[in-house]
């Protein structure tokens, strides 16, 4: 019997080698289970790097960065609430920082490796809260996470004329609308939103919506479900000015139509019963204008203006798109504007014979070069400027576009001022000045241009018939030069237009006057339409 003990100790002891001798074989750590189950442990670069965090008008993110293969698993939990992911098949980073990432509903992120093969990130959280996980292609790879917006509030536009109802979120939404009968509701599902707290009803303060009920349809959706006492047409869409809200309202209806003669033009008013969007669209072939107005309908029983057909036309399209036609007479212009509260679009309609046309002023002088000086000490540079000024006015009040080569007291070089007209390409340069003489008696407007210019001339001949029928002036004459600089070097028709003379006492004091000046601007403006709208000579 004592000999089969001292046996088994000494097969102990011998099986005691055996191990230790495995164990320095593996490293010094004992061999406690086959190789096999060893594989199951983190492959080598299989590590979570780091989490960032973005927050995108409110839509709150958060990027696992990973390198290697993992698998994962998440859940929320409450008391306290915190959404836990766990990954398997990691190692964790060394001093892989936390720090700066709460943001919102986030109280805290932590991460710690949860046994063996598993790390697990915990988020702390306000309240429990919808997200979605997607893995990150690129290198590193990883997690996307994505926690759902949150509903913030939601109510009726208490300053709305119609029926208006706004809800708003922390981040821009996607959403989905369907009208259900009988009994009537109107059903939108907003995607990726939480509420925050249990099922809510909002009361109606409307004949049509009775009230609004408010739950989490699914983790990922909230439903909104408006009981309307009548299918009455709607727009659910996103605030022009808050992306992060969504505004529900019934149809706007065009209420009014109103054409207003004035002169040879006049003003189409058009009133709604709530805000008019749409784009206008001028048609040069046709010479209409085209206000599309969406999200509209007529009202009921609406009606135009009597004898008005002629003048402009409206028509319903589909969907829901009130259209609105104006005839613009060939040489007239048009503006288009909204009234503050957007109810309202007036259409102006005027006479605008120069419309399209660009038309180059050079106030002459200017800066050191002071110009002729009167006896009675008016400045030419000062003078070519304010005329110039109230000629650009005028004409642009008939449609044209302006462009001077100086807007104040500045000096130009003669060729830097050809060099701008052409540059701008221009229909037509007309240089401002005024005269000079040693002989106190000599007076009279004068226009000079380019003797080898046929258009200049013609250009000439207009402005001088136009003016001198407003001012009644002595006229010197068109004279020609070859020596000019603008009119030589100008690559479109170009003239210089001699006012009068300052060193005349009796013309000094009429080019002072803002009645003059009037009478020669109306008169050049008056001769550029005459010379845009005289057909060329054969």
Known sequence: MKKTTDQKRIVCLIGLVLLCFFSLLTGGRPCLRPPAAAAAAPAQGNILLGLTRTNDQGKLSYDLLINGDFTYHSFLLSAPERLVIDLTGLDLAPALATDGLTDGPIKGVRVSRFDQNTVRVVFDL????????????????????DFNVVLKDIGFQMASTVPEIYVETSGPVQYKVDFLLNPHRLVIDLWDVTLTGPALTVPGNDTWVESIRVSQFDPQTIRLVLDINEPRNCVVGIDETNPARLLIKTMTELQEATWHPDGDGG?????????????????????????RIPQTKLGEGFQTATGTDSVFKLREEDPSTVEVELAVPRGHDYSVTWGQDRRTITVEVKNAPLSGRVIILDPGHGGADAGAISPGGLREKELNLAVALRLKQK????????????????????????????RTGGAVLLSIHANNHNKRDIHGLEIWHHPDRSESAVLAKALSEAVLARTNQHFRGIMASKDLVLPREAQMP???FEMGFVSNREEEKLLKTVEFQDKITDGISQGLIAYFHTPAEP
């Open 267 to 291: 003003r189409l008013v058009l009133k709604g019963s709530g805000q008019l969007p749409g784009e206008p669209r001028f048609d040069p072939k046709t010479g209409k204008l085209y206000i």
């Open 494 to 496: 170009a003239v210089i």
């Open 126 to 145: 306000e309240y429990l809260i919808g997200y979605k996980l997607e893995r990150r292609t690129g290198v590193p790879g990883g997690l996307r996470l």
């Open 395 to 422: 004409l642009e009040g008939l449609g044209a576009e302006v462009l001077l080569t100086r807007e104040d007291d500045q000096y130009l070089w003669l060729y830097d001022r050809v060099a701008i007209a052409n």
